[in-house]
């Protein structure tokens, strides 16, 4: 048996589960990407009779993405958080918010047909274009949502409350594997696309952003739709740019990450396997 604790990133909602832990996968879907603002989510399952919130379970919001599916999430800080309706055997959890190495391992991707175009799977873990044979298909799948303004790049939230453009070419883009990061997105890691003040626009929504500054950090927070919960983007005045969730990204930016950073704080349970420059911290 093993217990493993997991937090938001503020820290309003906790739990624990004990293992043993088990299918852990990467999900590629649309909407996890939406949700979650990653390149992709991963989650894992363990018996939902170790599963318990140490708290916040009466905070937790719930976004309906479908008539049978919840996206579930901290109304302060916009973590992922797991669904505190529990149902059969097997409960899943967000993977980038656990705080110590459950000891699994992943074992397939699934909707890899529907991967980001900036994220190329470079691994050897099995994937499935959808999901395994025999697995009930719920009927996800890609949503086309062209720009507003012709030769722009696009984004949105998952719920399409939120959107935004951006003209000219990215300034650059990366992964950060830093436990803020893995927590803020409760993914394996952040991917983001920097650019410019003068290129950014919202396009609708902005009254519906919560910004979240992490306490103690000096620039650190994120920036979600209060409604869905999604990750978008966040204007850094002391970094001078806008902070990008790719995973918010309606089309392909047309830039490819570049760096990894902080990789010695990544998860224990990903490996990095793509040939990109690697920074310990974040000496870019």
Not at 36 to 52: D, I
Not at 124 to 148: M, S, T
Not at 156 to 169: D, R, Y
Request: hydrophobic share 35%; glycine share 10%; with cysteine.
């Amino acid at each position: 048996m093993t217990t493993v604790n997991g937090t938001c990133l503020c820290g309003d909602v906790r739990f624990t589960m004990d293992g043993p832990f088990q299918m852990m996968m990467h999900c590629h879907c649309s909407r996890c990407r939406k949700h979650h603002g990653a390149s992709f989510a991963t989650f894992v399952g363990a018996p939902t009779s170790g599963f318990q919130f140490v708290a916040g379970a009466d905070k937790v919001v719930n976004y309906a993405s479908s008539p049978s599916y919840g996206r579930w999430f901290c109304p302060r800080c916009g973590s992922v958080c797991p669904s505190p309706e529990v149902h059969g055997d097997m409960h899943f959890v967000p993977a980038g918010n656990l705080v110590e190495d459950c000891g699994a391992r992943p074992e397939m991707h699934i909707y890899a047909g529907s991967r980001a175009p900036f994220y190329e799977i470079t691994d050897a873990v099995p994937q499935h274009e959808v999901l395994p044979p025999g697995w009930p298909d719920p009927g996800i799948r890609a949503e086309a949502r062209p720009p507003a303004t012709p030769g722009a790049l696009s984004g949105s939230c998952l719920c399409n409350a939120v959107a935004f453009e951006i003209t000219g070419a990215p300034l650059r883009m990366g992964h950060c594997h830093c436990s803020r990061c893995r927590r803020g997105r409760s993914a394996a890691h952040a991917t983001n696309l920097f650019v410019t003040f003068d290129q950014f626009r919202w396009l609708r929504g902005e009254s519906l952003v919560t910004v979240f500054d992490l306490p103690g950090a000096e620039r650190f927070g994120t920036n979600f739709c209060a409604k869905c919960g999604s990750d978008v983007p966040r204007h850094s005045p002391k970094i001078g740019r806008v902070n990008v969730p790719a995973g918010c990204l309606d089309a392909d930016p047309g830039i490819r990450p570049s760096f990894h950073i902080y990789v010695g704080s990544k998860a224990p349970w990903f490996e990095i396997t793509d040939s990109i420059r690697q920074f310990e911290e974040a000496a870019i």
